[in-house]
């Protein structure tokens, strides 16, 4: 079986939240949690439930009541302009790498809130959430972007891509002008989960099976700055976006987004299962190695590409497509999300992929209770086993 710390590794970094009234993704690393000087007894199969106020009951407006999302949008709207009064969200623990400044939501589009570091408005009748970070989680404080996470934080994808979105065919003939290199891979991480040194030892064979390839990091002695990964990206026409993990539900990280589609190159993905990347992604963006059956095909098919600008260009017909097609773009993430239901506005789960129409209202007059019944059932049962499993995959 595998270590602790590599279930830590195996984890993407994404934020844990816990609300006070919204019960979310916890990773409880024992079996205690100390909550404002008190040691509570918590078991695997439930979470316990703490509040800061008794919830009120509250009028819920269910799916069914709006006609289309034109309905939907209407009562947004409304909402958002009675969302005045400050609601506070505490980053009670950050990165392991130290403190940023904290991004505030958009007033406009979430309500009013406040992201603070600020532990002494922990009793604050204003403080409607809790937010961890996995990596700096203590045993005795209290972790993951999934897409059926009640608030995702993703590393791309939505919104964040619909300024590369020009909605015309001019985008084809500058991406082209650039290209004169096949691919580049970029990897630091060589041995510190199982999933990553799978993962060069697959970069490795396309190389010796003849795969023009250039490859950079800490893994091949060749180390890039991102000034420098920024010149010379353009020129290259596919990315190795080869994560650390395999099949773990939903890791799809800046490799994909920031490095790939953001600097005009096709990702070539191997990590999470093809469905993650479809609901993420913009449609026909990338090349799933998976679907190959050996290292050869696939570079017989970068190399087909390679010599057909025409079908090459395909895989950037969604940069020519409205911004609102890209999957998740209505999605808002993050502390937006969770100042909009500190609010009571729940529109934002409906792209949950166990949103249940008869459960979550989109809107409610407080804080509608999201619960998980069991943190071992949601980490890592409801997880693909293939992301735990991984050691068969060297044997």
Known sequence: MYSTSLKHYLIPVVLLIFVIGISINFKVHSTLINWANRVIPIRQSKLALFYNQRPRDHKIYRYHQFADDAKIQEELEKRLKFATEKKIIIFWSPPAWGRSELGQPNRANCGNCEVTYDRSLMRNNRTGAFVYHFDSIREDDMPKWRIDSDFSSAYGGGRSLSGLMANNDTIYKAIMQKKSKLAIAVISDCSVTVGARIRLELINQLKSKGLR???????????????????????????????????????????????????????????????????????????????????????????????????????????????????????????????????????????????????????????????????????????????????????
């Open 213 to 395: 390839i250039d490859t950079f990091g800490n893994c091949f002695s060749n180390k890039i700055t991102e000034e420098e990964l920024q010149d010379i990206a353009p020129h290259y026409k596919f990315f190795f976006s080869y994560e650390n993990s395999y099949h773990c539900s939903c890791y799809i990280t800046e490799k994909f987004f920031g490095q790939g589609l953001h600097r005009d190159m096709v990702p070539v993905v191997w990590g999470a299962v093809k469905q993650d990347y479809e609901t993420i992604a913009p449609p026909g963006s990338f090349i799933y190695a998976e679907e190959f059956e050996t290292p050869r095909h696939l570079i017989d098919y970068l190399e087909y590409l390679d010599q057909n600008d025409e079908e090459y260009l395909k895989f950037f017909r969604w940069r020519t497509m409205k911004p609102d097609t890209v999957p998740m773009y209505h999605r808002t993430e993050g502390f937006g999300a969770i100042c909009r239901a500190v609010h009571g506005i729940n529109v934002d789960y409906r792209f949950n992929p166990k949103y249940n129409r008869s459960s979550m209202p989109l809107f409610s007059d407080g804080i509608a209770r999201r619960t998980v019944p069991s943190v071992g059932q949601f980490l890592y049962n409801d997880d693909n086993h293939e992301c735990f499993d991984i050691f068969d995959k060297i044997k």
